[in-house]
């Protein structure tokens, strides 16, 4: 079982940053996916960047450009880099791995001036 831990959420006025982390309790060098979902209330959760096994990052449509997923294999960390944030960006945001085998508890971002 491994265990996910995010932070790095907070409030931020729209047009900020915030860098997202996730950290494993085991070696991500083991898990052929991670990557972070969003899910804000009275929406469905949705994908917003997703890597696989090959390094091959998938983004959602609606951060491509401003959103980078990045890791550290060295810390068992991964890591969501949002700019040019938008309120809609708002919502819980959760980190997953292996196509959902796991998941954290969620760091909330809200954007707002």
């Known amino acids: 079982q491994v265990q996910l831990v995010e932070s790095g959420g907070g409030l931020v006025q729209p047009g900020g940053s915030l860098t997202l982390s996730c950290a494993a309790s085991d070696s991500i060098a083991r898990l052929y996916a991670m990557g972070w979902h969003r899910q804000a209330p009275g929406k469905q959760r949705e994908m917003v960047a997703l890597?696989?096994?090959?390094?091959?990052?998938l983004y959602a449509n609606s951060v491509k450009g401003r959103f980078t997923l990045s890791k550290d294999n060295a810390k068992n960390t991964w890591y969501l880099q949002m700019t040019s944030l938008k309120p809609e960006d708002t919502a819980k945001y959760l980190c997953?791995?292996?196509?959902?085998?796991?998941w954290g508890q969620g760091t909330q971002v809200t954007v707002s001036s």
């Open positions: 890597m696989n096994s090959e390094d091959n990052i």
């Open positions: 997953v791995a292996n196509l959902g085998r796991y």
